[in-house]
């Protein structure tokens, strides 16, 4: 079993890496996630992020926002 682990979820992953990533989070895995700026302006990762717990959320790059 995984204690928990660290993703990244960017332009730079495939969409089964994508799907990986977000079935990892839904599943409780994911302890960590990077999320690059420009994945948050997409509407399908808006609702992805809209439609689980997180418990905390640390802004790096806010000049970005």
Known sequence: TQDGVAHVLNSSLNKT??????????????????????????????????SIHISFLAIDEAHCI
Do not use: C, H, M
């Not at 990892?24 to 992020?49: C, H, M, W």
């Open 17 to 50: 890496a994508i799907t990986q990533v977000k079935n990892d989070i839904r599943a409780g895995i994911t302890k960590l996630l990077y999320v690059a700026p420009e994945s948050l302006s997409k509407q399908e990762n808006i609702d992805f992020f809209k």
